[in-house]
């Protein structure tokens, strides 16, 4: 894992604002920094604005502005992002096709936990 993981987030993409509000409070829980981002469009501008700080995205594919395949699409162009994990949530199973991991919504808070777990490492301990 990273040695600087501590300072980095998981940026949850997600139209739906209650998936988000409890995807994140149950990541903080476990001791994740967590961000969240209603569309691939804003996920694009918050990873641009602060390069190297997400570990991890958790990607809705179906969302209105830019979908979650348009949003991975323009992330493998961008060399700066295209090196970091996504999972794709998705009741879809067309969710395979996007080339990442994924997390079949819905899901249990413990399935998506362990996911981000295998993938990330455990949480960092507080000041660490």
């Known amino acids: 894992m990273d040695p600087n993981s501590r300072d980095k987030k998981i940026l949850i993409v997600d139209d739906d604002p209650d998936f988000s509000d409890i995807a994140a409070s149950v990541l903080q829980e476990e001791g994740f920094e967590t961000a969240v981002a209603a569309n691939g469009r804003e996920a694009l501008e918050q990873l641009r604005r602060e390069p190297g700080r997400t570990r991890l995205v958790l990607l809705d594919l179906m969302m209105p ?8 699409a323009e992330q493998l162009r961008d060399s700066q992002l295209a090196s970091i994990p996504v999972v794709a949530c998705s009741a879809s199973r067309r969710a395979a096709e996007i080339g990442t991991e994924w997390l079949r919504k819905p899901t249990s808070l413990e399935e998506m936990v362990a996911m981000v777990r295998r993938i990330c490492g455990p949480a960092p301990a507080p000041n660490a």
Do not use: A, D, L, Y
């Open 65 to 72: 502005v830019m979908n979650g395949w348009e949003f991975r």
